[in-house]
Structures are given as structure tokens and as C-alpha cells.
């Protein structure tokens, strides 16, 4: 079977531990032939960033705080150094404070919701301007151009109990989804979302009562099941390789088919 990323190159932001979507992510990217760059936030995820590249063939790890312009700047200007030309950005990077999560939205504090929305949502944006210059031009070469993706949740549509502020975010991150895309298009930028079921991730136990959320789920999915982060990386290789190359301004929703879900008659 052909490798579907044989010679694309792809930056990975949020591999934090085994555990995350992106970790499962950049282990298919590299099954299906990609050279897979991974980032780390601050000098204390170094070093276990490191070790996961090394697990993972990844070709090389970089310090990116993506609160930080000039971090995002020298990010750019170091693979540009290198010749870097980027087929695919994965951006798998959200954070709320746990005390937003755990009370309700109404009391989410002004601080805690400009973060929110910074971490989680305006960092695409700011990732996406500063690697989409590092994307192949369109030309007689070739049309150029790549693909940028994100991950979301159900909470951007939907009242998810405990999800709190960081449903509004996702909202956010969406949305700017589809600006992007529409910005980006002409370079023959992809831009799209994936909104994975709920995964056990390291995050994901700041939710309060995650472990119901994830009972209630498998009962509740047409599939009866719970998300597999491999799924998701599928998903993941299917918009960066040449078979996604018509999808843009997308949710591709990877739930186990939660989504259609309205509510379930109990006994």
C-alpha cells in the first residue's frame, strides 16, 4: 500500500505525552512516509517532547510558545533557515484555568476568558500566518499550497455540562476556520477542523466528571463506543495527503457519531 505522506513535510503543535491527539497524530504521519517537526511550549516539556520524538522517528523538535509572536516568528524564520517547505500544520493546542471549568459559565472571570480564547483560538490564527508563507507557491511546479488543521469539540455547538468556557472557544476556533480558509484558499491553503469524540487525554481530566462523559457517551453513540485517537489520526492523514485535496472550511466530525445525537429516553 503506498504511503500516503511519502516526501510532505508536517508540523506538529501540542504533542505533549502519549496520551494527546497529537501524539497519535505524528505517529501516523510518520507510518504513511511524512517528516514530522514537533514543537514544545517552555524548557520544561522539553525534554519529554525529545524523548517522544526519538520514540517516534520524528526529524526534529523546536521550542514554540504559541502565546508569543516572537516565539512564532523565530519558529518561522528557523525553518526557513533550513529550507523547510511545509506540506501540512497540525495545531493541537487548547487551555482554559481549571477554575473556569469547574464553576459555571456565567461566572467565567474576564481574564480567564481572554485567555481561553487566546490559547485556544487565536493562536490558529497566528500559527497560520506564520507558516502559511512556509507552504509550496502555486506555479507551473505544481498548485502548491498545503494543509492546516485543528482540533474542536462538540461543546462549539453544543451546552456540554463542565465544558464551560472552553465550548466558546472551540466556537471561536472554528470559526476561524472558515476565515482562514477563505483567506488561504487562493494559495491553495487548506484549512479545516477535526472535532474528535471525548478522548482520555491528559486535558481532558480538568474536566469535572470526564469519566461520566465518556460512560455516557459509548452508551448514547450510534456506535456505541468511544473515540479511538487513531481515528482521529486517520482523519488527520486523509486531509494532509493529496486525497483531502478538495476539503476546506470543514468540521469533520470523528465522534463515534455523537454529533447526531439529540437525547436518549431512559427506562
Not at 484549512?191 to 470526564?210: C, E, H, L, P, Q
Amino acid at each position: 500500500m503506498p504511503q500516503l505522506m511519502e516526501g510532505k513535510v508536517a508540523l506538529i503543535l501540542g504533542v505533549a505525552n502519549k496520551w494527546s491527539i497529537a501524539y497519535a497524530i505524528a505517529k501516523a504521519f510518520i507510518r504513511e512516509g511524512a517528516q514530522v517537526i514537533l514543537t514544545y511550549q517552555a524548557d520544561r516539556q522539553k525534554q519529554t517532547v525529545e524523548e517522544l520524538a526519538q520514540e517516534l522517528k520524528a526529524h526534529r523538535v523546536l521550542p514554540c510558545d504559541v502565546t508569543q509572536d516572537a516565539q512564532l516568528d523565530a519558529l518561522a524564520n528557523e525553518l526557513k533557515a533550513q529550507g523547510a517547505v511545509l506540506n501540512a500544520v497540525v495545531h493541537s493546542i487548547a487551555f482554559a484555568n481549571r477554575e473556569d471549568l469547574s464553576r459555571p459559565f456565567v461566572e467565567t472571570s474576564r481574564a480567564g476568558f481572554a485567555l481561553a480564547l487566546d490559547v485556544s483560538a487565536y493562536s490558529l490564527v497566528a500559527v497560520a500566518r506564520a507558516t502559511a508563507p512556509l507552504m509550496a507557491q502555486p506555479g507551473h511546479n505544481g498548485p502548491g499550497g498545503g494543509s492546516i488543521m485543528t482540533l474542536t469539540y462538540l461543546g462549539s455547538t453544543r451546552v456540554v455540562e463542565n465544558y464551560n468556557v472552553m465550548g466558546v472557544a472551540k466556537a471561536s476556533l472554528e470559526a476561524s476556520v472558515r476565515y482562514l480558509a477563505a483567506d488561504l484558499g487562493a494559495s491553495n491553503i487548506r484549512v479545516n477542523a477535526i472535532s474528535a469524540g471525548a478522548v482520555k487525554t491528559t486535558s481532558a481530566r480538568g474536566i469535572r466528571d470526564f469519566s461520566k462523559m465518556l460512560e455516557g457517551g459509548a452508551k448514547v453513540a450510534p456506535l456505541r463506543r468511544n473515540t479511538d485517537p487513531a481515528e482521529v489520526a486517520d482523519t488527520a492523514v486523509f486531509l494532509a495527503s493529496d486525497l483531502g485535496r478538495g476539503v476546506t472550511g470543514n468540521i469533520i466530525y470523528v465522534d463515534a457519531g455523537m454529533q447526531i445525537m439529540g437525547f436518549a429516553l431512559t427506562e
